[in-house]
Nanobody, 124 residues
């Protein structure tokens, strides 16, 4: 069973930046794809970005492209989400997700493993 540990959430002013981290551990099958989703209070979980594990090919939600960057640091086996020019509307719980299939997808139901979530709050 893969375990995902997220970190890096917090409170930031609008226009600021935050970097989230996600470190996978455990499991017997290799990870194929990792992703970030977010969920605002009272809303459905929303796709943010995904990355192929071995090639680091990214895929972004169109509305977030240009402000958010997903990357993987191979040496540390960590996936990052760099968030710049944050807006109040970015306030949400951000979840790291993973699946064993090596194919990018923005569908939450296709990810097998989930982190506990980390709160990001953007103040005006």
């Amino acid at each position: 069973q893969v375990q995902l540990v997220e970190s890096g959430g917090g409170l930031v002013q609008a226009g600021g930046s935050l970097r989230l981290s996600c470190a996978p551990s455990g499991g017997t099958s290799p990870i194929g794809t990792m992703a970030w989703f977010r969920q605002c209070s009272g809303k459905e979980r929303e796709f943010v970005a995904a990355i192929k594990w071995s090639s680091s090919i990214p895929h972004y939600a169109d509305s977030l492209k240009g402000r958010f960057t997903i990357s993987r640091l191979n040496a540390k086996n960590v996936v990052y989400l760099q968030m710049n020019s944050l807006e109040v509307e970015d306030t949400a719980v951000y979840y790291c997700a993973a699946r064993n299939i090596y194919e990018l997808t923005d569908r939450a139901g296709e990810y097998n493993y989930w982190g506990q979530g980390t709160q990001v709050t953007v103040s005006s």
